[in-house]
């Protein structure tokens, strides 16, 4: 049954208009994003479950599984519906001791994006991120060798839509010299907002900007306030985390990830709970550094 997911938003120069209350694929693939999952059957009923309730935007990547993620949307999903955007990144690999790796050279990026489409069974990605950076944020320097290679992969038809994530400021405008940017991926959730500029800038510039760890990961977030919160809005505490999200600025389009099919139920409605304002100031005040 389709639910109301926070109303939607449209990418910039484009006709891709995403319900805001999307689904992140990630932790999918197994424990430590690392494949098989425990039970492959729940995996594929979480993501039938999100797209029946409306849910027309999910984020993803081959090196989640490394490919065990995409390889389970395919099965789950395919053929897509029209209306669903199915978001990947490259610019990482894992190692075989399961690490996190850089893999931005050419041949490392050309090789992701079509891993992607095979894994997928798409003839052309919808938005593509490119992920530099740290794990946990942006590092300074230079994107242009590698976003000039998703630049190129786009001139010749296999990629929609570029994104970045993991970026800073600096990084975006020298990315938008080079070709266009829909979306910038990067940590941000009630409690770590570095990003608290960064994303009005944005917002009056139309992109969107999608919080990656929107319930703070794989430690979810814990705090007093959010409970505090969570009772009086007759809700959960992921729920509130979410609709602060959601009424923090109109460019937020979430991804919250789960591989449980009543958290997901769970995380949808989140679209539906208006925190009057006197509990969004108790929740601004969750900020690391503001207090607990
Ligand atoms: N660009 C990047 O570098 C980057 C980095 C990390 C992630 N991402 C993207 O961001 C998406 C979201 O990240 P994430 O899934 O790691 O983190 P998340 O959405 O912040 O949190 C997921 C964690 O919260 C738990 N959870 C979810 N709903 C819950 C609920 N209603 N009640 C209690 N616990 C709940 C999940 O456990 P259960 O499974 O038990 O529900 C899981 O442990 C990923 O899928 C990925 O696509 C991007």
């Not at 409306?54 to 999903?77: A, C, E, M, W």
């Not at 029209?82 to 996190?100: H, P």
């Not at 894994?119 to 530099?132: M, P």
């Amino acid at each position: 049954m389709r639910i109301d997911l926070g109303g939607s938003f449209r990418l910039p120069g484009t006709s891709v208009t995403l319900n805001r209350m999307g689904y992140g694929a990630m932790q999918l693939a197994g424990p430590g994003v690392w494949g098989p999952p425990r039970d492959v059957d729940v995996a594929i009923a979480v993501l039938r479950e999100a797209v029946a309730a409306g849910v027309n935007h999910i984020d993803t990547s081959d090196f989640y599984g490394p490919h065990v993620t995409n390889q389970i949307i395919k099965r789950s999903l395919h053929p897509y519906p029209d209306d669903l955007v199915i978001v990947t990144k490259v610019g990482a690999r894992r190692g075989q001791d399961k690490s996190w790796l850089h893999a931005l050279s050419r041949q490392e990026l050309i090789d992701a994006v079509h891993d992607n489409l095979r894994n997928l069974g798409l003839d052309k990605l919808d938005v593509v991120n490119l992920r530099v950076g740290e794990a946990m944020g942006p590092s300074e320097g230079s994107i242009e060798e590698p976003l000039t290679v998703l630049a190129e992969l786009k001139r010749q038809g296999l990629i929609r839509h570029v994104g970045l994530s993991n970026v800073s400021r600096g990084q975006l405008a020298e990315a938008e010299r080079i070709t266009e940017i829909v979306c910038v991926q990067n940590l941000y959730n009630v409690a770590h907002r570095n990003d608290d500029d960064f994303i009005d800038d944005l917002a009056r510039r139309g992109i969107a900007y999608v919080p990656f760890f929107p319930l703070g990961g794989f430690s979810p977030l814990q705090s007093s306030k959010l409970e505090a919160a969570a009772t009086s809005l007759q809700a959960t505490p992921m729920q509130v985390a979410l609709a602060w999200l959601l009424q923090r600025s109109p460019n937020i389009l979430l991804i919250p990830g789960t591989r449980s099919v009543e958290h997901l139920r769970e995380n949808l409605k989140a679209a539906t709970l208006q925190p009057p304002p006197e509990i969004i100031a108790l929740l601004d005040a969750i900020a690391i550094g503001a207090g607990q």
